[in-house]
């Protein structure tokens, strides 16, 4: 899976209140599966986006947060905190890579 906390990015949709600098986290349960801040450009992200057909993320400077992993059957969540300001809107995207 694909998962992105999407928040400063925004900006160029005009979503003027956009949250500065998510983190990820992923949750099984209580046990923290996989966690970002800062996804920086990583040539294999940038990869995976494409090949779902999600909008590229500037990089290596944003502060959006990016993860690749693979999930066990069950409840799972997300939890996106605020590292620089801890208000804003953020886009939670999910996508199953092929």
Known sequence: MLVRAIGPALQQFGVGTAMTDPQLTLLAGSTVVATNDNWAGATALSAAFAQVGAFPLPAP??????????????????????????????????????
């Open 61 to 98: 400077t944003s502060r959006d947060s990016v993860l690749i992993t693979t999930f066990e059957p069950g409840a799972c969540s997300a939890r996106i905190t605020g590292v620089a300001s801890t208000t804003g809107e953020v886009l939670l995207e999910i996508y199953e890579l092929p």
